[in-house]
């Protein structure tokens, strides 16, 4: 069972940074490489919506992420990373990483099956 840790969650003043960390373990058999990764997020009332994914060396963004937010991997660190630059308080949410089935990078939720606790993004206005 794949194991996904976020971290580098918080509160910033709009305008600023964060960068999100999602450290895989567990990869019993199974190459980190060989899988798409994701970040997702949820805010309050509203349904959890895509943000940026990874294949092996192609990245996929929302509109709302494009141009501000950096997805990119370590491989030999199992690991995961969301840049986000000029954060905005419709940013605020629960941010999470996923493991694709495949290398496929796909914006759907349902084509990931491992999924982290998450952590608090929150930016003030």
């Known amino acids: 069972q794949v194991e996904l840790v976020e971290s580098g969650g918080g509160l910033v003043q709009a305008g600023g940074s964060l960068r999100l960390s999602c450290a895989a373990s567990?990869?019993?058999?199974?190459?980190?490489?060989?899988?798409?990764m994701a970040w997702f997020r949820q805010a309050p009332g509203k349904e959890r919506e895509f943000v940026a994914a990874?294949?092996?060396?192609?990245?996929y963004y929302a509109d709302s992420a494009e141009g501000r937010f950096t997805i990119s991997r370590d491989t030999s660190k199992n690991t995961v990373f969301l840049q986000m630059n000029s954060l905005k308080p419709e940013d605020t949410a629960v941010y999470s990483c996923?493991?694709?089935?495949?290398?496929?990078?796909?914006?759907?939720?349902?084509?990931?099956?491992?999924w982290g606790q998450g952590t608090q993004v929150t930016v003030s206005s």
């Open positions: 990874i294949s092996s060396s192609k990245t």
């Open positions: 567990g990869l019993i058999g199974r190459t980190f490489s060989n899988y798409a």
């Open positions: 996923s493991q694709g089935r495949s290398l496929y990078a796909s914006s759907r939720s349902s084509d990931y099956g491992s």
